[in-house]
C-alpha cells in the first residue's frame, strides 16, 4: 500500500526548533519530490516547500523561507521539514505529499500537529 | 505569486444537486490545476489532476473544466458523501498556490 505517514509534532514555545518527519512505504522514494503543506485551525491549504527526488533542490513558500529547511534520506525513505525559530502563526496541522511525476500532490499524509505557545 | 481566487467560500446544498466550484487563476496556468476534497478531520483527497483528468477511483460524477484562467470543478448529483471542504491548487509555477477553499453544507 502506498502510504506516508507524519510524525514529530507537538507543542513547543515560540523560538524554538522541531523537526518532522514523513516515513514512506509502498513506493519508490528516491523517485518522488515532496512537498510540505500545512494548515491553521479553521483555515485553508499553504503549500510551504518541496524538494526533489535527489534531494539536491528546495523550494520555500516566502512565510517559511530561512526558517524551515526541508530534505529527505532515500536510503530511510523518509522526508522531513526541519522547522526553526518558530512562531504561533505556524501553528497548523503539517501534511506531507508526494509528486510522482506527472502527478501532482496524489497521495498525502495523514498529517501532524504542530502547536507553538509559551 | 499566482492567486487562486476561490468562489463560493461555502455553499448550501442538496442532495442530487448539481453543484460548481470556480478557482480564477491571476495569471496562466495553463492546464496545471488539481483540485481536492477534503473530509472534516481528513487530511486531502486529490479528485481532479490536471485541471480535467479524474484520477482512478473518483466517482464519475466529478469533473473538472477550464475556460481561459477560470477553472471549474463540477459535482453532479451530490450524494452525502461528497459533503466536505474543496480546495484547488495552481502548481505551474512556485510558490504553489492554493484556493481559499468551498465548504459545501447540507440544506
Known amino acids: 500500500e502506498v502510504q506516508l505517514v507524519e510524525s514529530g509534532g507537538g507543542l513547543v514555545q515560540p523560538g524554538r526548533p522541531l523537526k518532522l518527519s514523513c516515513a514512506a512505504s509502498?513506493?519508490?522514494?528516491?523517485?518522488?519530490?515532496l512537498n510540505w503543506i500545512r494548515q491553521a485551525p479553521g483555515k485553508g491549504l499553504e503549500w510551504i516547500a518541496l524538494?526533489?527526488?535527489?534531494?539536491?533542490?528546495?523550494y520555500y513558500a516566502d512565510t517559511v523561507k530561512g526558517r524551515f529547511v526541508v530534505s529527505k534520506d532515500n536510503a530511510k525513505n523518509t522526508g522531513y521539514l526541519q522547522m526553526n525559530n518558530l512562531r504561533s502563526e505556524d501553528t497548523a496541522m503539517y501534511y506531507c505529499?508526494?509528486?510522482?511525476?506527472?502527478?501532482?500532490?496524489?497521495?498525502w499524509g495523514q498529517g501532524t500537529s504542530v502547536t507553538v505557545s509559551s | 505569486d499566482i492567486q487562486m481566487t476561490q468562489s463560493p467560500s461555502s455553499m448550501s446544498v442538496s442532495l442530487g444537486d448539481t453543484v460548481t466550484i470556480t478557482c480564477r487563476a491571476s495569471q496562466d496556468v495553463g492546464i496545471y490545476v488539481n483540485w481536492f476534497q477534503q473530509k472534516p478531520g481528513k487530511s486531502p483527497r486529490r479528485i481532479i489532476s490536471?485541471?480535467?483528468k479524474l484520477p482512478d477511483g473518483v466517482p464519475s460524477r466529478f469533473s473538472g473544466s477550464r475556460s481561459g484562467s477560470d477553472y471549474s470543478l463540477t459535482i453532479r448529483s451530490l450524494e452525502s458523501e461528497d459533503v466536505a471542504d474543496y480546495h484547488c491548487?495552481?502548481?505551474?509555477?512556485?510558490?504553489?498556490?492554493f484556493g481559499s477553499g468551498t465548504k459545501l453544507e447540507i440544506k
Open positions: 491548487l495552481q502548481y505551474d509555477e512556485y510558490p504553489l498556490t
Open positions: 490536471r485541471a480535467t
Open positions: 524538494i526533489n527526488p535527489d534531494g539536491s533542490s528546495m
Open positions: 505529499a508526494r509528486n510522482y511525476i506527472p502527478y501532482v500532490m496524489d497521495v
Open positions: 509502498g513506493f519508490t522514494f528516491n523517485s518522488t519530490w
